[in-house]
Nanobody, 126 residues
Framework: QVQLAESGGGLVQAGGSLRLSCAASGGTFSAYGMGWFRQAPGKERELVAAIGRTGGSSYYKESVKGRFAISRDNAKKTVYLQMNSAKPEDTAVYYC???????????????????WGQGTQVTVSS
């Protein structure tokens, strides 16, 4: 079982940048596909970005393509979400999540996440 802890959230002006980090403990980090989700008030939680267990494949929600970048450092057991050109509509609680991947699975996952962090608030002011 893996435990996840997000950090790096806060208040940023529109057009600014923020980097979220998610540190994992327990389990073998490189055995998990990772994802960043967000949930805005009154809205459902949505997948923003995902990365395969080796870091070689990634997925982005259409609205964040070209602005956000997901990466991971398996030696540090950490996954990152670099947020650039932030927009007010990016305001949400951001969660990282993990899902076990078999040794033959290196692609990202769009669903099936079973471990979740506590979330970190990101607020983008206009």
């Amino acid at each position: 079982q893996v435990q996840l802890a997000e950090s790096g959230g806060g208040l940023v002006q529109a057009g600014g940048s923020l980097r979220l980090s998610c540190a994992a403990s327990g389990g073998t980090f490189s055995a998990y596909g990772m994802g960043w989700f967000r949930q805005a008030p009154g809205k459902e939680r949505e997948l923003v970005a995902a990365i395969g267990r080796t870091g070689g494949s990634s997925y982005y929600k259409e609205s964040v393509k070209g602005r956000f970048a997901i990466s991971r450092d398996n030696a540090k057991k950490t996954v990152y979400l670099q947020m650039n050109s932030a927009k007010p509509e990016d305001t949400a609680v951001y969660y990282c999540a993990a899902r076990p991947s078999s040794p033959f699975e290196t692609i990202y996952h769009l669903s099936g996440y079973v471990y979740w962090g506590q979330g970190t608030q990101v607020t983008v002011s206009s």
